[in-house]
């Protein structure tokens, strides 16, 4: 039998998820208190007794979604498969977390209303999403993986803001080229453009005058 401190973590779960869950449909703005309460089948005085008010809990699911993309990037460290590191297939923090999250999950869903929010909250997050993409390009230019840049605040920030942008233009992706660029059918074919782009450019370069 699991004891009351066992099933109250495991409330406070259900309430979290179906919260990301509903907000990832509606938005924070379009979901109350009562609502997330019925869906994941508690009372609304057990939701506030859990999170204490409904910004609360909107932080708390933003801190899971921002938890689970960190332990994803830690995970690849730990196994040697680091986005500094040369071997991964993935040419960017947004492919890893596509590919980990998996298509359906409400965390893509949630992510692309965050990109879309202009909140405190959503700038919280996507602040500390720049932070990990500065320093894992930081990381692959000590290792030679990447080339040194003057300007490697804006360089992160295009990085960064670059890979996103799939998640909110991902339906007109799936109607421009036929596959959904975060599913297995079109994950590898996007992921393997992008890391051609990044390490090749599109470009070819201008030619040098003779004198």
Known sequence: MRSASSDDLTRKAIIRNTALELFAEHGHSGVSVR????????????????????????????SYVAGAFDRMIEGLREEGQAPESAGLDAASL?????????????????????????????????????ATTYETLQAMTAGGAARPTDDADVRAA????????????????????GV?????????????????VYTHGIFNPQPTEQP
């Open 35 to 62: 609502q997330i309460a019925d869906a994941a089948g508690v009372s609304p005085a057990l939701v506030i007794h859990h999170f204490g008010s409904k910004r609360a809990l909107v932080e708390a699911v933003n």
């Open 180 to 196: 959904d660029p975060l599913a297995d059918d079109g994950f590898d074919r996007w992921a393997s453009m992008a890391l051609d």
């Open 94 to 130: 947004g492919d890893v977390f596509a590919r980990y999250v998996g298509a359906d999950s409400p965390m893509l869903a949630y992510l692309r209303r965050l990109l879309l929010a202009n909140d405190e909250m959503a700038a919280a997050l996507f602040r500390q999403w720049y």
């Open 158 to 177: 295009f990085v960064l803001l670059n890979d996103l942008a799939v998640f909110v233009l991902r339906d007109v992706v799936v109607d421009l080229i």
